[in-house]
């Protein structure tokens, strides 16, 4: 690679590296305050928290690079030109197009990590997070055995708990189920256990009695047992994993997937096939809005005022392949050939790129003034 190249995609480099660790940190912050409040809420522990933040991170990251790409170009372009670094190579012969070379290499390297976190590393860590939620909702302990408290693992059952000794047993239980209409039942023990079972956790429960009331005639009806079964896994629908979604699914899934796959997901073979053809075109778009980011500026030429104008113009430029992008991803997945769509930004993308190099390498007119 020339020097020049070197020194041009060096310098987008390092602004790229500090940009994307700014929005990266800002988007994760974000997210990771949500987290903080839903899992300490739930009594789950600090390691749990980093835990699901760090699977987070990969979706973050994919979504930050293309933004990130665009103003570490815009910014190191500006730079550039305003340093007169980009005047003194277009007055050595540099065409828009040999300029572009460096920038174009860029976007090819960022590419590449998009390809990376859209094909590997953001389904995994999707299907991984899944799993640990719905490993989560099993834990019974960390949600609803809590001393003293009344708890609800829905919304017409009522669970208390007066001690939990050190060995797992819970003393004097007090369970009120009223999910069915006409009977409520109330169950006391004076000792019970969960256990983990084949089709979700049971509590059994010793030397108890269930009192069931009849809601139409008033009646209450008491039973005595000396052990008793309650099937408390039925309870909590949070438990049972929910059906793979298209995020978690590879990429050969999706651009073929199978009836069986269409019914786990609940969408249709067409959106399935376009999700997979945008993990393709969604790194294509942060190589062309590079490039319409560098050529926009390189439109302008030097100025003594900045570039103000033409950074405006790169910005609503990305806006305009980006707004393309969101209106390609609604309508995509409706008809049979709509993955095609999934391209349609970035080829868009780079074909202004090209226009706009190629207006700036057209002859400036300078107008004539008559001295006479």
């Not at 997901?265 to 809005?289: I, K, Q």
Request: glycine share 8%.
């Amino acid at each position: 690679m020339p020097r020049i190249d070197r020194y041009i995609l060096s310098q987008l480099m390092g602004l790229f590296g500090f940009f994307a660790l700014v929005l990266v940190g800002v988007y994760w912050i974000n997210k990771a305050v949500g987290l903080f409040d839903q899992l300490i809420g739930d009594g789950q522990s600090a390691l749990v928290f980093l835990e699901f933040s760090l699977l987070t991170l990969p979706s973050v990251i994919k979504l930050v690079l293309p933004v990130a790409a665009f103003i570490a170009t815009v910014y190191g372009t500006n730079r550039m030109m305003t340093e007169s670094e980009l005047v003194v190579m277009q007055a050595t012969g540099f065409s828009g197009f040999r300029l572009a070379r460096p920038v174009f290499y860029f976007g090819l390297i960022v590419a590449l990590m998009m390809l990376v976190m859209a094909h590997v590393l953001v389904p995994a860590s999707r299907a991984t997070l899944v799993s640990a939620r719905a490993t989560m909702s099993e834990n019974i302990t960390a949600r609803y055995l809590n001393e003293g408290q009344f708890s609800h693992p829905s919304p017409d059952v009522t669970l208390y708990i007066r001690e939990i000794s050190p060995q797992g047993e819970l003393l004097d239980m007090f369970l009120a189920d009223e999910r069915d209409p006409v009977e409520h039942t109330t169950y006391t023990a004076r000792k019970a256990l969960f256990v983990r079972g084949d089709a979700g956790p049971k509590l059994i429960m010793f030397n108890g009695m269930a009192q069931v009331l009849d809601m139409a005639t008033q009646r209450l009806s008491v039973t005595r047992f000396a052990d008793f079964t309650f099937d408390i896994g039925a309870l909590l629908t949070a438990s049972v994993r929910p059906n793979r979604s298209s995020g978690e699914l590879s990429t050969a899934e999706l651009l073929w997937p199978t009836p069986a796959l269409v019914t786990e997901t609940g969408e249709t073979a067409d959106a399935l096939r376009f999700d997979g053809h945008n993990r393709f075109a969604e790194p294509m778009l942060a190589v062309s809005v590079t490039l319409v980011g560098f050529a926009s500026l390189l439109v302008g030429g030097f100025s003594r005022f900045g570039l103000w104008r033409q950074i405006v113009l790169a910005v609503c430029l990305l806006v305009a392949v980006q707004g393309l992008a969101t209106a390609s991803n609604a309508l995509g997945g409706r008809t049979p050939q709509g993955w095609a769509l999934a391209y349609v930004a970035p080829v868009v993308g780079l074909l202004m790129a090209w226009a706009l190099l190629w207006w700036a390498g057209k002859p400036r007119h300078v107008a004539k003034v008559d001295v006479a």
